[in-house]
């Protein structure tokens, strides 16, 4: 039993201790041209947010606090993203403050 927990705390600690596989950034378009949100960090969010089976995309903007939703009128394994909306909740935008 003793050697059965030391295997297993082994190789716990073997995966925790991979480091992870990021792939390098890259840009997505909308409108064929590269989404801007200006100062501060995206936070995207890739989801099936319509129902439609399609992945859509939805970006919070650091400033604003507003989302972002960009619809996909392509493929999942081809998105192709055109203009956006805000999200919206009882007719107003969703703003989430930061801090």
Known sequence: MRVYFL??????FMAAAT???YQ????????GAP???GVGHA?????DWSGDGLKDLIVGQYIS???????NTGTNASPVFGNYTFLQAD?????????
């Open 7 to 12: 295997v297993v705390l082994a190789i716990c």
């Open 19 to 21: 480091t992870p596989d």
């Open 24 to 31: 390098p950034p890259v840009k997505i378009n909308a409108n």
């Open 35 to 37: 989404i801007v949100l």
């Open 43 to 47: 936070n995207p969010l890739v989801t």
């Open 65 to 71: 606090g507003k989302l972002r939703y960009y619809i």
């Open 91 to 99: 007719g107003n935008d969703i703003s989430l403050s930061a801090g």
